[in-house]
């Protein structure tokens, strides 16, 4: 696995961005210590069972959560989050590392603040730990939701709907072993499925990926996947 923040951009925080960190409630801190930070696509944020030395809040972008099995395989948790808190868990819990891997699907910008620094201050914020509840229940609901939906879904279902938020300027060039894992599928299988949409006139293969070729059709085929799971909402599949 790729090693976290390789080529990431870290400065201090503009007067904007501190002032926008008031709707955690978070009015009164000392955001000195705070920093911008920007991850490029396909970069790692951190790395379960390595240190988790921020907590994020989300300006821009998406990116993917996973866990990985003893077997090397891949689990996907969250498949995209573009606003919201990252790391309330590992600080609610006071874990020094994190659950799970986090990988930046598109240019991902967020805000961090050390736990070292911020954690106990946090913790004691009842404003900021308020939202954080909030933002919590939400996404026990919406796993609850999600996850009966994902289990009714065929295959092409979960794959459009992977295609549609992972293709870049509608090029999709991921490893498919990888994929697999990540859709809860077999590699023949999930290779079946790359060929009908390729045989239905909604991808075309080229070298080394495929590219889509008809956007409307793939977003028809994901249906309630796309239209449920790929909200600007973190979406928890498991």
């Not at 009015?27 to 991850?39: G, K």
């Not at 006071?94 to 930046?104: F, G, I, P, R, V």
Request: with cysteine.
């Amino acid at each position: 696995m790729k090693g976290c923040a390789e080529t990431m951009i870290k400065r201090p925080l503009c007067l904007q961005e501190m002032q926008s960190l008031a709707q955690y409630g978070l009015r009164q801190m000392d955001l000195s210590h705070a920093v911008h930070i920007e991850f490029e696509h396909d970069e790692y944020m951190f790395n379960e069972g390595e240190p988790m030395e921020y907590i994020y809040f989300v300006v821009s972008g998406k990116a993917k959560v996973f866990l990985t099995l003893s077997d090397g395989k891949q689990i996907m948790l969250t498949y995209f989050v573009s606003q919201g808190i990252i790391g309330e868990v590992e600080l609610m819990l006071n874990a020094k590392t994190a659950y799970t891997t986090m990988q930046a699907v598109s240019s991902f910008i967020c805000i961090a603040l050390p736990l070292k620094l911020y954690g106990i201050e946090l913790k004691n914020n009842a404003d900021f730990i308020s939202y954080i509840a909030r933002e919590l229940a939400e996404k026990l609901v919406q796993r609850g939701v999600n996850g009966t939906i994902t289990t009714l879904q065929p295959l092409e279902a979960r794959l459009c709907a992977y295609l549609m938020q992972t293709s870049r300027e509608d090029y999709f060039c991921e490893t498919l072993t990888e994929v697999a894992s990540m859709v809860g599928a077999s590699y023949r299988h999930l290779l079946r499925c790359f060929n009908k949409l390729c045989e239905d006139g909604v991808l075309l293969k080229i070298s080394p990926g495929y590219r889509i070729i008809d956007r409307q059709a793939l977003e028809d085929k994901a249906g309630d996947l796309y239209l449920l799971k790929w909200s600007d909402a973190a979406t928890i599949l498991v």
